[in-house]
């Protein structure tokens, strides 16, 4: 879409920080009230305004127009995310027993299918703006699926009792764990939207090819995902994160070493098995940190973090202008190293 408009990276860097800018504040101002409406009508909420947003952007011809469809379609899915993690707690809970990997395991099988459907759609001669109209049904069926779900109680509208409106983001542990939340999502953020770039226009991958390589990091995240639970539990929070963030600097630096696909794209399967730890670990012990409250708990965590997965691309943007988009990806592997030395402060391991 950005070869369609016409648009360098330091435009596309701006429509994108747009885009974090309210999805940020949608998640500040409203995420709590995930606790105090209930889960399903906040979903339903925050997937109309997705839909929205993304529909705007296969209408979208010129760059105002795109730009006020990125607005939308961030804050809706800033919510959406919020939702859905909230309910993730819920369940942890009422189970007794963590899922949240597993759950984000299907986010990023999701990537893998979207990353191979519309590289072979693009490939095939469908215009982007088809592409954008085909994620819709998909979205209405789950935003559907969820609403009408049995959810766990455990949580459900207990914020109205609790004060769910309270800001946590005076918590120290809390803000900790949404760092290092944040510079996951950052490194996430930033695979998802330039890596594409970088196979296609930086080193001439073909569109089919390029694809694959985001495929192969999401594919990447959801086998970290489906595999790593049982790490997680058997090694504890703090290694895990600790390996995750070693492994995600090194994985970048592959990548970016040389030019030869399979060095390249095995550069993302390593980043993408290590990021696959970080996220699921920060959003399982948000709601930790704040027993009855995970609305609110997991929007400090999401605005932290969220905004380092919007916030991010547009860093890449700015410094691609200036240094090249080769340069810039080194973002992910400093984002890395710090991982690790955040993870060096939180606590010890203890048994989940």
């Known amino acids: 879409m950005s070869r369609s408009l016409g648009l360098s990276p330091g435009p596309l860097g701006l429509a994108l920080f ?16 995930a606790d105090l409406l209930g ?23 010129g760059y105002a127009a795109f730009l006020a469809a990125l607005v939308l379609l961030y804050a809706g899915s800033g919510l959406y995310d919020v939702g859905v993690n909230a309910v993730a707690v819920d369940l942890e809970r009422a189970l007794r027993r963590r899922v949240m990997s597993l759950l984000h395991a299907a986010f990023s099988g999701g990537g893998v299918l979207g990353a191979l459907s519309a590289g072979a759609l693009l490939s ?3 215009g982007y703006r088809l592409v954008y109209l085909l994620t819709l049904p998909p979205l209405g069926v789950a935003a559907a699926a969820l609403c009408l779900a049995r959810l766990p109680e455990a949580e459900e509208g207990r914020g109205k009792k609790e004060g769910g409106g309270a800001p946590l983001y005076r918590n120290g542990p809390l803000l900790l764990v949404a760092a290092i939340a ?17 196979l296609r226009q930086t080193l ?24 790593g639970a049982p790490l997680v539990l058997r090694y504890g929070n703090r290694r895990a994160l600790l390996g995750a963030g ?24 390593v980043v993408g098995l290590a990021l696959s730890a970080v996220v699921p670990v920060a959003f399982s012990l948000a709601g930790e940190l704040s027993p009855g409250r995970a609305g609110a708990g997991i929007s400090v965590v999401t605005t932290l973090g969220y905004g380092g997965f919007l916030v991010g691309p547009v860093i890449v943007g700015g410094l691609a202008e200036l ?11 400093a984002a890395g190293l710090l991982i690790f030395a955040l993870a060096l402060r939180l606590g010890r391991p203890a048994p989940p």
């Open 323 to 333: 240094l090249g988009l080769r340069a810039a990806l080194g973002v992910i592997a």
């Open 182 to 198: 944040t510079l996951g999502l950052l490194s996430e953020g930033e695979m998802e939207h330039w890596s594409g770039i970088y």
């Open 246 to 269: 070693l492994l995600s600097a090194l994985g970048m630096l592959l990548s970016l070493l040389g030019t030869w696909p399979p060095l390249v794209v095995g550069g993302f399967l």
């Open 18 to 33: 747009a885009g974090a800018l309210a999805s940020m504040l949608a998640m500040a101002l409203l995420g709590w009230t």
């Open 124 to 126: 095939a001669g469908a």
């Open 39 to 61: 889960r399903r009508a906040f979903v339903a909420a925050a997937s109309v305004a997705f839909a929205a947003g993304v529909a705007g952007l296969s209408l979208a011809r």
């Open 204 to 227: 001439g991958f073909s569109a089919l090819l390029g694809g694959s390589g985001v495929a192969v990091f999401y594919g990447a995240m959801a086998l970290g995902r489906l595999a």
